[in-house]
């Protein structure tokens, strides 16, 4: 790494963070809080599963049970539950994982498990600490320290153990003013893995990091009908904590803001994007790049070593027709350093309308295109990755409303091809899809009653196999007594499932459900399933619904107020127990 490069970045570091609005418990509302109410609610679940095939896929009983606990001091929340199912049990109770989110006026804390919002190139995930925010119409600004991850620190010897982790610290702030139409934000991350937290037999195997980052957003708005944004970042990371010093030059001088090792490496991501809105109009650009080896340690997985393009274009017609259509490519080994280069494009048009009041219709087309090129390699004619895949579809409704009923049906239909473009190829991989659909939904209001039934046919056909599968159900349900809080529901299904040449299976059978919910805090619900299956294919020596699975099912749930002490009011005292 050059250390130009390294002065650069940390020179940046210097100047640099950003931010938004946060809600979350209000300080000035613990005044008029209630000073200690406890709620909670105690469950239970109990399945019965049972199969002329074994019990291979399932326990033949499986009960759980769970109470769950809510103490609310002066509106500041803190759960308990307990969970037991089979021999499993397990508790939990408020630890460092809980969270208070403290608010007065503009200001927010954080305290304990968090998130807060920083650009998706800097941060997107929790962590367990303190934090502090600052928000009003123009200006914002935040800080936080704490863990983004625990150490996971097995004995290295032991075969099962798992994969090892150090744990990781970091803090960060940023600072931004304007609107949600014209705004710059600014943000910085300071994230290190702790050597110490791992055994010193897993160190040789996975290296401690150490990173800071840097990232501006900004949006500019003119004339209400075009908006520029941008995205940008820059990392620099230490990929090994115990590689030596860069112990020369002027990046010495930053040494206790980050310490430069000739393990760390200098890399950039951002985006930036156009959006034009006008009368019945809508179009958009964006480029996105992001440098090999880019990593913030305050983020999941990111990818890197790309850039792509993408186009957004739609607009209205007549006022009854909309139309849109997108368009995206992406490249990647931008260093050139990778065997080959891929390339994918994908793109697609849609297209909608409604035909008087009761008539809709749409449809789509998607398509995908990947080729491979040269890198350091020269592809090989005959070995090319080039694939592309091509789909459309097709989906009509009509809904219906009379006095006594509704009445509502809609179809569908979609085509796919999925090819080996490559003139060498035998198409091996090639598939074909074919995907309908039909459903039909009445609801009879003397009955207070709906009724649906649906219809769904499948093929995929590739190199010498084919294979389809259809399916039909019907459904019913209502709510009984005078609140509705007796409710009943039945489905009926068959399905047909067809391996050419191998296999022909048959599904058949039902579930009925009913849930009862008593003065809203009992609540009781019964489920039931029956299906016979089996091998129909009458070349084979058994050819029958030999196969019968049954499952039943048992819930309640009970919820409860335990204890109040109520805030009071003039002249009363609002205890309960």
């Known amino acids: 790494m050059k250390r130009s490069n390294i002065k650069l970045a940390v020179a940046v570091v210097l100047a640099l963070s950003s931010s938004k609005a946060a809600y979350a418990q209000d300080i000035t509302q613990i005044a008029k809080?209630?000073?200690?109410?406890?709620?909670?609610?105690?469950?239970?679940?109990?399945?019965?599963?049972?199969?002329?095939?074994?019990?291979?896929?399932?326990?033949?009983?499986?009960?759980?049970?769970?109470?769950?606990?809510?103490?609310?001091?002066?509106?500041?929340?803190?759960?308990?539950?307990?969970?037991?199912?089979?021999?499993?049990?397990?508790?939990?109770?408020?630890?460092?994982?809980f969270n208070l989110t403290p608010k007065y006026k503009n200001w927010t804390g954080y305290i304990g498990r968090a998130s807060m919002p920083f650009s998706q190139y800097v941060m997107n995930i929790a962590f367990n600490g303190v934090g502090l925010e600052y928000n009003n119409k123009t200006f914002r600004a935040g800080a936080f320290y704490g863990r983004l991850r625990s150490a996971v620190n097995d004995d290295?010897?032991?075969?099962?153990?798992?994969?090892?982790?150090?744990?990781?610290?970091?803090?960060?702030?940023?600072?931004?003013?304007?609107?949600?139409?014209?705004?710059?934000?600014?943000?910085?991350?300071?994230?290190?893995?702790?050597?110490g937290s791992l055994n010193e037999g897993w160190r040789n195997r996975v290296y401690a990091q150490d990173n800071l980052v840097l990232g501006l957003k900004g949006c500019l708005t003119l004339k209400k009908w075009l908006s520029l944004t941008t995205n940008l970042a820059t990392s620099v990371v230490t990929t090994d904590k115990q590689a030596d010093l860069i112990a020369k030059g002027d990046v010495t001088k930053y040494d206790d803001i980050f310490k430069a090792r000739y393990s760390s490496l200098v890399r950039f991501a951002g985006d930036v994007s156009a959006s034009i809105t006008l009368p019945n109009f809508n179009t958009s650009f964006m480029y996105r790049m992001v440098q090999p080896d880019y990593t913030s340690l305050g983020t999941y997985y990111m990818s890197n070593n790309y850039h792509s393009l993408g186009v957004n274009v739609s607009t209205h017609l007549f006022r009854k027709i909309s139309l849109a259509a997108n368009f995206s490519a992406q490249e990647d080994n931008l260093t050139n350093k990778q065997l080959y280069t891929t390339r994918g494009f994908v793109y697609g048009a849609n297209a909608g309308t409604r035909l008087g009041s009761h008539f809709n219709v749409s449809v789509g087309y998607n398509g995908y295109l990947q080729t491979q090129g040269n890198g350091t390699a020269v592809v090989n004619d005959t070995t090319r990755v080039k694939r592309g895949m091509n789909s459309f579809s097709l989906v009509p409704s009509f809904v219906t409303?009379?006095?006594?009923?509704?009445?509502?049906?809609?179809?569908?239909?979609?085509?796919?091809?999925?090819?080996?473009?490559?003139?060498?190829?035998?198409?091996?991989?090639?598939?074909?899809?074919?995907?309908?659909?039909?459903?039909?939904?009445?609801?009879?209001?003397?009955?207070?009653?709906d009724f649906t039934a649906s219809l769904s046919h499948q093929m995929s056909k590739g190199y010498d196999t084919k294979y389809t599968s259809d399916v039909a159900s019907l459904t019913t349900g209502r709510s009984f007594l005078k609140d509705d809080n007796l409710t009943a529901e039945a489905t009926i299904s068959l399905c047909y499932n067809e391996m050419e040449h191998?296999?022909?299976?048959?599904?058949?059978?039902?579930?009925?459900?009913?849930?009862?919910?008593?003065?809203?805090?009992?609540?009781?619900?019964?489920?039931?399933?029956?299906?016979?299956?089996?091998?129909v294919n009458v070349t084979k020596t058994r050819?029958?619904?030999?196969?019968?699975?049954?499952?039943?099912?048992?819930?309640?749930?009970?919820?409860?107020?335990?204890?109040?002490?109520?805030?009071?009011?003039?002249?009363d005292d609002n205890r309960k127990m």
């Open 401 to 449: 409303e009379t006095d006594n009923y509704s009445h509502a049906v809609s179809l569908s239909a979609s085509y796919t091809e999925n090819k080996d473009l490559n003139k060498f190829s035998y198409g091996l991989t090639d598939v074909k899809s074919i995907a309908m659909g039909a459903s039909y939904a009445l609801g009879v209001k003397d009955w207070e009653m």
């Open 156 to 195: 290295p010897y032991n075969p099962a153990a798992r994969p090892p982790q150090y744990r990781r610290t970091g803090w960060g702030f940023k600072v931004g003013y304007g609107s949600t139409r014209s705004y710059i934000d600014l943000y910085l991350l300071r994230a290190y893995d702790d050597l």
């Open 33 to 97: 809080s209630d000073p200690l109410i406890i709620t909670g609610a105690v469950g239970t679940k109990n399945t019965y599963y049972h199969s002329t095939v074994g019990e291979g896929y399932a326990s033949p009983w499986n009960n759980m049970f769970n109470v769950n606990l809510n103490i609310s001091l002066y509106g500041f929340s803190m759960p308990f539950s307990l969970y037991y199912t089979n021999d499993n049990t397990e508790f939990n109770y408020p630890h460092i994982s």
């Open 502 to 535: 191998q296999s022909k299976n048959l599904s058949i059978g039902g579930e009925a459900a009913i849930g009862y919910t008593l003065k809203d805090v009992h609540v009781f619900s019964l489920t039931a399933g029956l299906y016979k299956y089996g091998d």
């Open 543 to 571: 050819s029958s619904l030999d196969a019968t699975d049954l499952t039943v099912s048992f819930s309640y749930t009970y919820t409860f107020s335990l204890f109040q002490i109520k805030r009071k009011a003039k002249n």
